[in-house]
């Protein structure tokens, strides 16, 4: 079935550097891949989202990229604040658009 | 605006029960989904409807587990003969369009004694 793997599972940064979470996914017909946070106790809540017809987008201090042809995808976080210290989950969607696998998330400890 | 809207936020039933959590989406989404996440897990999906049907069944744990959605708003998700395993978050997020942000619900914690 549809899968999507994400790695580091735990990252843990130096404030004012960098963070880098990579995905790849199993459906070559995935089309969407939103990335949520998720701070403690709190609900997942969309960060940034790329579509299939571009390669890269950026939104202040968060970047994603696809590459669709080797199935993965990764967020980049510059400048890292402790605020950026969550739960970081990569999604894709699968089955027409409507189903959306996650990855297994990637928690970011960020050091002051 | 409302967001989407889940009840109970807690439920602590006993092991064999049955349980009902419902899922009020935002009006309008036509998309709705149910995951389940376990203590410092990620998020495993459960299940999705489009308007009130689901197509793809395939992530319900068991045949315990059951939803419906109705008049393509309010869906509930059932959970028979309640199991300790059963013991999770369970988050419904709607979204209006296929492949468009999802916004999550508050959840509902789930604890089986």
């Given at each position: 079935?549809?899968?999507?793997?994400?790695?580091p599972?735990?990252?843990?940064?130096?404030?004012?550097?960098?963070?880098?979470?990579?995905?790849?996914?199993?459906?070559?017909?995935?089309?969407?891949?939103?990335?949520?946070?998720?701070?403690?106790?709190?609900?997942?809540?969309?960060?940034?989202?790329?579509?299939?017809?571009?390669?890269?987008?950026?939104?202040?201090?968060?970047?994603?990229?696809?590459?669709?042809?080797?199935k993965?995808?990764?967020?980049?976080?510059?400048?890292?604040?402790?605020?950026?210290?969550?739960?970081?989950?990569?999604?894709?969607?699968?089955?027409?658009?409507?189903?959306?696998?996650?990855?297994?998330?990637?928690?970011?400890?960020?050091?002051? | 605006?409302?967001?989407?809207?889940?009840?109970?936020?807690?439920?602590?039933?006993?092991?064999?029960?049955?349980?009902?959590?419902?899922?009020?989406?935002?009006?309008?989404?036509?998309?709705?989904?149910?995951?389940?996440?376990?203590?410092?897990?990620?998020?495993?999906?459960?299940?999705?409807?489009?308007?009130?049907?689901?197509?793809?069944?395939?992530?319900?744990?068991?045949?315990?587990?059951?939803?419906?959605?109705?008049?393509?708003?309010?869906?509930?998700?059932?959970?028979?003969?309640?199991?300790?395993?059963?013991?999770?978050?369970?988050?419904?997020?709607?979204?209006?369009?296929?492949?468009?942000?999802?916004?999550?619900?508050q959840?509902?914690?789930?604890?089986?004694?």
């Amino acid at each position: 079935g549809e899968n999507v793997e994400q790695h580091p599972s735990t990252l843990s940064v130096q404030e004012g550097d960098s963070a880098v979470i990579k995905c790849t996914y199993s459906d070559s017909a995935s089309n969407y891949f939103p990335w949520y946070k998720q701070e403690l106790g709190k609900r997942p809540q969309l960060i940034i989202d790329i579509r299939s017809n571009v390669g890269e987008k950026k939104d202040q201090r968060i970047a994603v990229t696809l590459n669709k042809t080797a199935k993965h995808f990764s967020l980049h976080i510059t400048e890292t604040q402790p605020e950026d210290s969550a739960v970081y989950f990569c999604a894709a969607s699968t089955g027409g658009g409507f189903k959306t696998i996650f990855g297994a998330g990637t928690r970011l400890f960020v050091k002051a | 605006g409302a967001g989407v809207s889940q009840s109970p936020s807690n439920k602590v039933t006993e092991k064999g029960k049955d349980v009902e959590l419902r899922c009020d989406p935002i009006s309008g989404h036509t998309a709705l989904y149910w995951y389940r996440q376990s203590l410092g897990q990620g998020l495993e999906f459960l299940i999705y409807f489009q308007g009130n049907s689901a197509p793809d069944k395939s992530g319900l744990p068991s045949d315990r587990f059951s939803a419906e959605r109705t008049g393509g708003s309010v869906s509930t998700l059932t959970i028979q003969r309640t199991q300790q395993e059963d013991s999770a978050v369970y988050l419904c997020a709607s979204s209006p369009l296929m492949n468009t942000e999802a916004f999550f619900g508050q959840g509902t914690r789930l604890t089986v004694v």
